[in-house]
């Protein structure tokens, strides 16, 4: 007995030891930019952890579902659940909330397009998310179009983000970058979440980048399923591209348009389509972008002849030695070509912000 009630002790003062080894959650939660309009939840606090609450109390049990885990959270007496992530990587971040099994948006949330459905998102603070803020500065457009298309008998849509005073210098003529989105995204990523208007138009206000239109398409990527990456035919979506699109926005956008004016780029599966058309079709562009899609080698671009600019990219948290080393062989091979390392990020939009913002300094000079 006396072994019994020892053990029993034991095992409390162990468990009381555990409880108050785990780090304390801080309680300076505020709510996010990308929060429906008066909506308190969902918050971001300093370490970056992130709290939703949602009123469900017919339900079971409801998870937050974020980074790849789920976590619990606790229902009140009001029927009330609310709980938090662990830590998250800084900038945006999609998520949802598993209810009794079934997964759905967050209406606390504004709705992106990403994982291959329209859901929820969160942005968790970065100490230079001022490179995408909506500043007092002035604002270029973003128009929606629908372009025609022969080769799949639709009308698919892009949308062109054209820089501050293109509407009243009638007479001026722009470069243009063709910019890709990635797997289960699509032609609204880089405008809402990516907020590439906003890093153009902040970069033109400070003098840092030159004046240049940006085009945005859906990459015909999402009907391929998971995992199924070898099986992609490039040749449907380089038609679009290359025969449709670009002839249509140098038709109807004062493009400078040939190629020495023109730049292509993408993140993720959109700089796998970026890769295999500028090698495919080397004549069409001068400048290459793969933010966390993959390199090029010396031997792929030797008959490149004019080339400009091959920028490669990543997070710090993918795999950046292979960045770096591709660069090294290239500039080897007397190409220019220039690495960033976007710090303390993985496979996420802060790390395409980013290396978006470091390749427009660097386009079309």
Known sequence: MKTTILLFFAMMLGSMCFAQSLPAVIEDFKPTPVNQPGREYPQVNSEGRVRTQISAPDAKYVQLDIGGKKYDLVKDEKGVWTG?????????????????????????????????????????????????????VPHGHVDEIFFPSKSTNSSPRAFVYTPPGYD??????????????????????????????????????????????IVMTYGMTNEIKFGGLRDFDIKPFQTVLVDELIPYVDANFRTLADQSNRAMAGLSMGGFET?????????????????????????????????????????SKERPDGVKNSVEALKGAGLNAVSYISEGTAHEFHTWRRSLHQLAQLLFK
């Open 275 to 315: 890769k295999l058309v500028t090698l495919n079709k080397p004549e069409v562009f001068s400048y290459y972008g793969l933010f966390s899609g993959g390199v090029y080698n010396p031997e792929e671009v030797k008959e490149h002849s004019k080339l400009k600019l091959i920028f490669l990219s990543c997070g």
């Open 168 to 213: 009243k210098e009638t007479s001026k003529r722009y470069p243009v970058l063709y910019l890709q989105h990635g797997y289960c995204e699509n032609e609204t990523s880089w405008p809402v979440q990516g907020r590439a208007n906003f890093i153009m138009d902040n970069l033109i206000a400070e003098g840092k980048a030159k004046p240049f239109i």
């Open 84 to 136: 938090e992530s662990a830590p998250q990587d800084i900038g945006f971040h999609y998520y949802q909330l598993n209810i009794d099994g079934a997964s759905v948006p967050d209406p606390g949330s504004l709705f992106f397009f990403g994982a291959c459905r329209w859901g929820s998102g969160i942005e968790v603070p970065s100490d230079d998310q001022d490179i995408f803020a909506k500043k007092d």
